[in-house]
């Protein structure tokens, strides 16, 4: 993708998550357990036509060709993110499998904390990209990193789609885990920073 067409896709995601995803003025308690008076709900955009669309295109941009061999993430925000890579990554000729991890193994059906495999597949000594839909501190995202990496995997990056700027890259970087923002709470707010 041009560096053209990945800033217009850009400036585009911007306007969809304004009018679709983000709010102020209301006091809401954040995944975090923070409080803050602006939010982003990002479901609206990713499962908006056009919003899941940029979203897969331009993670898949940021993703270097052999660079990762399988996506995921923690459920629910992940689940619209990696389907939505996935099916971009196709239709570009660089297909990247997708999966997504559970809060919790459920007690029937596969009772798997990984989802999106096929039976006898694991995701063993694959190189691995997190994804999340809006970052605070990491907490989610380091959650998933956790249970990939339990289940013998590496973690090459965390791609989140918006970062609120509270804290996750120096969480990350503890981690020892790369973090990539599209997005950050600057591109919605004059007085954030």
């Known amino acids: 993708m041009s560096i053209e067409k ?23 308690r954040l995944a975090s357990g923070r409080m803050s008076n602006f939010y982003f709900n990002l479901k609206p955009t990713m ?15 940021a993703i270097a060709p052999g660079e990762a061999d399988m996506i995921g993430g923690l459920e629910m925000g992940a689940v619209p993110i990696v389907a939505a890579v996935a099916a971009v990554s196709f239709a ?43 970052t605070t501190t990491g907490g989610s995202s380091l959650q998933a990193v ?25 969480a990350f970087a503890k981690a020892g885990v790369t973090f990539t923002p599209l997005l950050t709470v600057q591109d919605f707010r004059a007085d954030a920073g």
């Open 47 to 61: 499962l908006d036509p056009e919003g899941a669309f940029l979203i897969g295109s331009l993670i898949s941009a």
């Open 146 to 170: 956790e249970v990939v990496k339990a289940e013998g995997a590496r973690v090459v990056r965390v791609i989140t789609v918006v970062d609120r700027l509270e804290g996750a890259d120096e």
């Open 92 to 134: 570009k000729g660089r297909p990247l499998p997708a999966f997504f991890v559970r809060k919790q193994v459920k007690d029937h059906g596969t009772q798997s904390l990984i989802e999106g495999l096929v039976k006898g597949e694991t995701i063993k000594d694959k190189r691995v990209i997190i994804v999340e839909d809006v």
């Open 6 to 28: 990945t800033s217009a896709d850009r400036a585009r995601l911007i306007e969809i998550i304004r009018r679709r995803s983000y709010g102020t003025g209301v006091e809401i």
